[in-house]
């Protein structure tokens, strides 16, 4: 803050006001990353190492995603260091790929669903009429139908092909994106600058990408964060009872519910061999935990940052 | 202090008081070495522009500092107890009871979800002295006191149920139900309508000399503190000016700077006839869905002047600007801008017709962007009405700050690094850049400190004199409208009241409404107050309960 105090005449230029100081990007955010806290910092660096697991899998996975091996539901080894699966298909290579499957449909079906949730409920917002009635009530209508079950119906009646599986959920998860974009919008549309913007004639466009949705970009980059966690266990869950990601594609969900026998058998076997087909299911469920926790984590220190309830 | 002090009745005593703000990354001062001492019964007047740090040293006194905000010198001694060095379970124990705040919006410092009479006793019922019933009829003697209509069941309503007037009368009853040693008013009438504001201040004066209350007075309107205080304080940047007894400071100030602020209110312009009519509504009837709210409203505005628009709120003059800009359609009657009739609904008028019409509003904050930088801000409508991009807009978005007296180092502020006057004259500029023949100025000064108010005024003044813009200038501030207008609209419940050149309107004899308005604006005289109960009670008629 630059001070200017001048007890000459009073002077519009003199007048006291808080002027930041002008910091390159790079320097903001080296302040914001110091005062990162711990849990902030284990998420970064959980969702960049899935992050490399997803963009680099070819090169980091010691075989290819569907390659099969002589022997199946074999236990750890040098040659495959977490064993084979069912059909003898290394593991670890399938939770690598895995990473790319399951998170890269996850990011596409929550950018998808914000598109449209977040497209609607600013028309919605802005238009505060009839638009906004058709669009209230009809997503009312597709939220009092238990989304998992009519996921299933409509995974039931069209295919489950990848693209199908992140349309069908990507609509299904705009309807609460499209609440939250409403609600927090309703709150910026009543601003003089928004009616100072309609007053000079600005058309639709601008008003929404220009004078609103700059002002809500922090509460919805965290639902963001929270929407993507949501879509994964659905998909996951998807997965789990078979109208998911179809094989040979590897994915977490899919793994869980192929290994999830095996947690039954763990007493019958010896020792070190008991543990292993213990970790089996638990490895790809593990995959799943440790990135909802460490984007939670991520999404807790942002909102922290920018709701300005942060203490000094 | 004119009379010497007498130690035993020394309630509150501050001394070097210096308290600073975190911001930025760094500890800033807010205050710098105060001293403040006040006597059981006496009230002291704390005057100062925003960010001068009134509010800050008025907290202090209960040995708060807001988060953020830091003591880092000095000793509150209230009643012999050291505040500024409690922890704050103790301080619990004195807020609220010994010591109270009532502060500047009462509809925010409510709970919306209990009835009035539960929340006035709250503090005083924390102290269990007394049992509940005998607080609920102190407080309903408080109310009555406070010349609340229905004091018996006015205490069962919610916050919403009341008008603003009456909630701020609520929380001084609110304030004084534990009977403290000292109360703090944080600008208590800034919110309020004159005429209202009247009722709130004789009230608010009557009990505390009834129950010989101190009260620290904070407020940035000089008229009103010299009604209330004993003994005025002026603060500046923190730091002390001059103190004395009101009518010592009110006579014959010492410092440049407390005369400075003595001088704005003498602001006036003469007045100038216009005949050129550019503006033109007749016989506009208006309605928010089924309350009809503009009854038969006529305004003409001639080219190149002012003409100001006087009324309090829900007198409907915010709705005859949206009426004029397109945002509310008419019910019946018409607007018509150089002889030509303008489409009612803002989508039909061509991009011409909304480029010559201009608003600037009351908030400069909500008013501007917080995203975008003052470049973006004066730089869009100079491309979207004129085609201006890249250097050209450049250039002259920095001739336009020039001519709002700032320069080219606000080009790349957001409006948070700007101050209140700032902000206000950077939206005058995005009017400007329009190159409008008219500009609605709504209550545009009515936010801002009275020696900034004199700028804009000046300004606006200024840019009418060079670019002869016509004003239609919406306000409630009888010393704004002297300052401004060549005419003046006097409205009352969506109806004009009367309309003439401003001598004409401002000399009596005048129509009902607009006497209860003009007398009712606070004058520099410390017995004006007194001057106006008596004449009032005398007539007797009008009381101003109806307004309420």
Redesign the interface.
Known sequence: ?T?T?N?A?????N????????RSRFERIR?LLSRAPLTAWFGMIVVSLYAIAAVFAPLLAPYGEAEIFAKADDIWSSKHWLGTDQIGRDVLTRLVYGARNTVGIALGTTTLSFLIGGGLGLIAAIDRGWIDQIFSRGIDVLMAIPSLIFALMLLAIFDSSIIGLILIIGVLDATRVFRLTRSVSLNIVV???V??A?????NMGWIMT??IL??ILPPLIAEFGLRFIFVFLTIAALSFLGMGVQPPTADWGSMVRENAKWITYVPYFPFPDAMYYALKPLLPAGCIALLTIAVNFIVDWFLHETSGLR?? | MSEAPNQSSLLLDMKNISIEGFSDERWHPIINNVDLTLHRGEVLGLIGESGAGKSTLGKAAMGYTQPGCRFTGGDVLFDGLELSRMNVRDLRSIWGTRISYVAQSAAASFNPAHRLLDQTIRASKRLGERSEQVLKNDAIDLFRRLNLPEPETIGNRYPHQVSGGQLQRVMTAMAMSPRPDLIIFDEPTTALDVTTQVEVLSSIRDLVAQFNTAAIYITHDLAVVAQMADRIKVLRFGEEVEQAETRTMLSAPEEDYTKSLWSVRSLEKPEQAGDDVLLSIANIDAAYGSSKVLHDVSINLPRGRTVAVVGESGSGKSTTARVITGLLPQLSGSVTFEGEQLPPKLRDRSKDQLRRIQMIYQMADTAMNPRQTVGDIIGRPLEFYLGLRGRDQERRVIELLEMIELDASFYDRLPDELSGGQKQRICIARALAAEPDIIICDEVTSALDQIVQEGILNLLQRLQDEFGIAYLFITHDIATVRAISDEIVVMWQGKVVEQGMKNEILSPPHPDYSELLLSSVPEMDPDWLDTLLAQRAAEGSKTIKAQD
Do not use: C, H, K
């Open positions: 803050m001070e105090q007890q005449a009073p002077s519009a230029l007048e006291t006001a808080a002027v930041r100081l002008r302040i601003m003089d600058y009616e100072a309609r007053l000079r004639g600005e220009r004078e700059p002002n203490d000094v």
